[in-house]
């Protein structure tokens, strides 16, 4: 079996409770970025954005697909989202979901974590 490195700053740029910072930004003509907690979820295949922060960087819908979760199947909206997170820069297809009573707007799953391992 073979097992994932994970980039050499993934844990030193972890807060206690598997949360880290990430940058988003925004897909507008004058592109600008903010930053936000973001909630790592190794048990999520793709990452998930809150719908009001998606709409506030101006992100694209580009497709759905089905989400199985906690709750059971749902259909979601995806869209592409640029993050900067645990040192380098990806594009990656995210899901926009109503994440208003979760404690971040954004997770990070396993499509991220890949990734960025593989980068290494």
């Given at each position: ?88 820069r990806s594009i990656i297809e ?27």
């Amino acid at each position: 079996m073979s097992k994932t490195q994970l980039p050499a700053n993934f844990f030193a740029s972890l807060t206690g409770s598997w949360e880290t910072q990430v940058t988003l930004h925004s897909q507008t003509k004058h592109p600008w970025s903010l930053e936000a907690t973001a909630k790592i979820d190794t048990g999520a295949f793709r990452s998930s954005i809150d719908s009001r922060l998606a709409r506030a960087l101006r992100l694209h819908t580009i497709g759905e697909t089905n989400v199985r979760n906690a709750m059971g199947k749902e259909k979601r909206k995806t869209a592409l989202l640029t993050i900067d997170a645990f040192g380098s820069r990806s594009i990656i297809e995210v899901t926009v979901a109503n994440r208003r009573k979760m404690t971040t707007p954004f997770i990070i799953g396993l499509d991220l974590l890949r990734e960025d391992a593989d980068d290494e």
